[in-house]
C-alpha cells in the first residue's frame, strides 16, 4: 500500500461535552499544572513520548520519511521543511513537543553542528531508531473512556496517562491533503495559568489540535517553543513556513503577542490567527448578540466594561466596536484604562483611544455603576456579588476566566444577574473558541483566503449566532454547543460568499 500523506488524528473522540471538558477546558488545565511541576510528566501526559520531528530542506523528502517511521516503527512523526540558516534555532527551540530529533536527511550539513537540547538527535543514517530514540506508542491498547475512575481531576489525567495523550497520527493514500496548521505557542499565557511554559502548554495544544480534526475536519500540529523571545518565534515560524497551511498562535502574552502576529502576517502567504484574540472576540460577539436580543437591547445603546485588557480584551473591544458598540471601557490591574495614564503602553494607548469616551476612572466597581454587560476576561473572583447589583437591569454577565471564572454562575444570578456565560462546558451559556476556529480555518483553507479581517471576523460571528433561531433563545440558550455540527458548515458558507464577493 502506498502512503501519500499524514493525518493528525484523536486518540479519543470528543462525542460528548462531557469528554470535550476532559480534553480540553476545564480538564486539560490538570496535566497543565502537574507538568509545571515536573516537566518530565509531559511524556506520560500528552503524546510526547512518541513523537519525532523529522527536518530536512525539502517538504516532500521529510514527509517520506515520516511516512516511513509511522509505516515501520509506529512512530507518530512530524516532517517539517527548515531553512538552513535557521535550523540550529528551530531544533534548540522545538524539542519541547518530542521524544526525538531526526536529521538524518540533511546529515552531510549538521555532522558538526553540537545542538543544545535534552533529547537525542539523530545526525546520520543506518541507525536502529528504536533504540537512539526509545519512543514508546500507547495507541495500541483499545482505550475506553469508561475505563476513568475517581473525580474530574483524576478522570483527566487518568485519560492523558493511559492513552499517552489525546492525539496521535495515521497514515493516507489520499495525496491533497493541506499541509498541517501549526498551533504555536511558547507557554507564556496558558489558560489561567498564566507563564508555565512550553512542556506544560502542550496538553493545551494537542486537546486544540484535537478540536481542529474532530470538528473542522482540520489537520493541526501542536508546537510549543522554548524560547519566549519576539524575534525568535518569528523567525522559527519564518523558517518553517513551507511545513504548514496556517499559523494558529496561541497562549502568548501581550503585548508579545501583537508584535508577533503582525509581523507574520506581513512576512507570510499563509493565513496566521492569534485564537486567543480574535477566536475570543468572535464568539464573545456571537454570544452577546443572541443576549442582547433575550434582554431586549441594542449594541450601540448598552454599556459594556470588560475586565481585563490583554490580547483578547483588545480584539473583542475592536470586534464590538466594528459591530456597533458605542461604549465601552476596559479595566485591568491598575483600575481603568483611560487616556494618558502612566502605566499605558503602546497598545494600551491605542485602545484607550477607542474606548472610555467620557475619560472615566476609577475601579472596577466605578465602571460597572449602570453598566448593561460585564465581559470578564482577567481572572478568577475579581467581580464581586455588589458590582452586580449596581449595574443596569438585567445584566448580562460573561465570566470567562478559565479554568475559574471571575465569578461563580449561581453566585452571579443570586446577585441579579439576567443571563450568565462562562467559558466552560459544565455550565450553560458556554463562549468558548472551539465555536470559531475549526470553521474559520476550514473556510480559509477551502477558499484559499490568505488574510482574516474584521470583516470576516464579523461574518463568522453572526453565523455562530444564526445559528440559534428567535423562537429557541433563552437566558439559558444563547449560543450553539461546543459539539454543534453546525457550526462548521455555517461559517464555511458564509466564508465562500466572503470569498465570491472579492
Do not use: W
Not at 480534553?23 to 511541576?37: F, L, Q, R, S
Not at 540533511?106 to 545542538?115: K, P, R, T
Not at 518569528?234 to 501583537?258: H, M, V, W, Y
Request: aromatic share 6%.
Amino acid at each position: 500500500m502506498k502512503y501519500n500523506s499524514i493525518n493528525y488524528i484523536p486518540k479519543i473522540e470528543p462525542e460528548s461535552l462531557e469528554i470535550l471538558s476532559l480534553i480540553y477546558t476545564p480538564g486539560v488545565g490538570h496535566a497543565c499544572m502537574k507538568i509545571k511541576e515536573n516537566d518530565g510528566l509531559s511524556y506520560i501526559y500528552t503524546n510526547r513520548e512518541n513523537s519525532v520531528a523529522v527536518l530536512s530542506f525539502d517538504y516532500e523528502k521529510s514527509l517520506k520519511r515520516a511516512i516511513f517511521l509511522k509505516d515501520t516503527l509506529n512512530i507518530d512523526s512530524y516532517p517539517f521543511e527548515v531553512e538552513e540558516n535557521m535550523l540550529k534555532l528551530v531544533v534548540e527551540n522545538i524539542y519541547p513537543n518530542f521524544c526525538g530529533i531526526d536529521l538524518s536527511l540533511i546529515s552531510e550539513n549538521v555532522e558538526s553542528l553540537d545542538f543544545k537540547v535534552e533529547i537525542p538527535v539523530l545526525k546520520k543514517s543506518g541507525v536502529n531508531i528504536n533504540e537512539f530514540f526509545h519512543p514508546f506508542s500507547k495507541n495500541i491498547f483499545m482505550f475506553d473512556i469508561n475505563q476513568l475512575q475517581g473525580d474530574f481531576k483524576e478522570q483527566s489525567l487518568s485519560l492523558r496517562e493511559k492513552a499517552g495523550g489525546v492525539m496521535e497520527s495515521s497514515l493516507s493514500e489520499e495525496s491533497t491533503l493541506h499541509r498541517p496548521v501549526a498551533i504555536i505557542s511558547d507557554g507564556s499565557a496558558v489558560l489561567g495559568f498564566g507563564n508555565i511554559g512550553a512542556e506544560a502548554g502542550l496538553p493545551v495544544m494537542e486537546g486544540k489540535a484535537v478540536i481542529f480534526k474532530s470538528l473542522g475536519g482540520v489537520n493541526a500540529i501542536p508546537l510549543c517553543l522554548k524560547t519566549q523571545k519576539t524575534e525568535e518565534i518569528i523567525k522559527i515560524t519564518q523558517a518553517l513556513k513551507n511545513s504548514f497551511s496556517g499559523i494558529n498562535l496561541e497562549d502568548i502574552s501581550a503585548p508579545r503577542c501583537f508584535d508577533i502576529e503582525n509581523e507574520l502576517i506581513k512576512t507570510l502567504d499563509i493565513p496566521v490567527f492569534h485564537d486567543d484574540q480574535h477566536g475570543t472576540a468572535i464568539v464573545v460577539l456571537a454570544a452577546l448578540l443572541n443576549a442582547l436580543s433575550v434582554a431586549k437591547k441594542e449594541i450601540n445603546s448598552v454599556k459594556i466594561v470588560i475586565s481585563g485588557a490583554g490580547a483578547a480584551a483588545q480584539a473583542v473591544s475592536k470586534l464590538l466596536l466594528t459591530a456597533g458598540a458605542e461604549n465601552i471601557i476596559h479595566v485591568d490591574r491598575k483600575g481603568i484604562v483611560y487616556k494618558n495614564r502612566e502605566t499605558n503602553d503602546a497598545y494600551l494607548e491605542k485602545l484607550a483611544e477607542i474606548t472610555n469616551k467620557k475619560e472615566l476612572k476609577g475601579t472596577l466597581k466605578d465602571a460597572l455603576d449602570g453598566a448593561d454587560v460585564f465581559i470578564g476576561l482577567s481572572a478568577a473572583g475579581v467581580l464581586k456579588p455588589g458590582f452586580i447589583k449596581e449595574m443596569a437591569e438585567n445584566p448580562l454577565i460573561f465570566a470567562l476566566a478559565n479554568p475559574t471564572p471571575e465569578i461563580m454562575p449561581d453566585i452571579a444570578k443570586e446577585a441579579g444577574a439576567f443571563i450568565v456565560a462562562t467559558g466552560r462546558s459544565d455550565f450553560d451559556n458556554q463562549i468558548n473558541n472551539s465555536l470559531a476556529f475549526p470553521g474559520l480555518f476550514r473556510g480559509l483553507l477551502d477558499y484559499k483566503i490568505k488574510k482574516v479581517t474584521e470583516k470576516i471576523k464579523l461574518e463568522c460571528a453572526i453565523a455562530i449566532a444564526s445559528l440559534i433561531k428567535d423562537e429557541d433563545l433563552s437566558r439559558t440558550n444563547i449560543l450553539p454547543k461546543a459539539l454543534d455540527p453546525r457550526v462548521v458548515g455555517v461559517i464555511v458558507n458564509r466564508l465562500s460568499k466572503k470569498k465570491a464577493d472579492q
